[in-house]
Nanobody, 124 residues
Framework: QVQLEESGGGLVQPGGSLRLPCAAS????????MGWFRQAPGKEREFVAT????????YYSDSVKGRFTISRDNAKNTVYLQMNSLKPEDTGVYFC?????????????????WGQGTQVTVSA
């Protein structure tokens, strides 16, 4: 099955931007719906954004809507999360995940493949 690897995390000041790529290991990527989730210390993993297999549907959590953008390039087997106007509450480990149904869905339980995560810290 496909394997996922996130990158692009780091330390950024409030109001700054980061772009997180998530690269998949093979061309089966184009059949998967993709999602981004995050987990802050001591908190449960939460939904951030999702995109359908064709890229025609996207959904966002209310906390990031208007600031974050999810996109995908099936030719490069990569999904991206562009994060703008970052806030300290955006701090956490960001995970990309794949659901074999190809859906744009916020339901964590439908995602069967997960990356290892990349740390994002928003602090002055």
């Amino acid at each position: 099955q496909v394997q996922l690897e996130e990158s692009g995390g780091g330390l950024v000041q409030p109001g700054g931007s980061l772009r997180l790529p998530c690269a998949a290991s093979d061309r089966a990527f184009s059949s998967y719906g993709m999602g981004w989730f995050r987990q802050a210390p001591g908190k449960e993993r939460e939904f951030v954004a999702t995109i359908s297999k064709s890229g025609d549907r996207t959904y966002y959590s209310d906390s990031v809507k208007g600031r974050f953008t999810i996109s995908r390039d099936n030719a490069k087997n990569t999904v991206y999360l562009q994060m703008n106007s970052l806030k300290p509450e955006d701090t956490g480990v960001y995970f990309c995940a794949a659901n074999p149904g190809g859906w744009a869905t916020p339901l964590l339980t439908l995602y069967t493949v997960w990356g290892q995560g990349t740390q994002v810290t928003v602090s002055a």
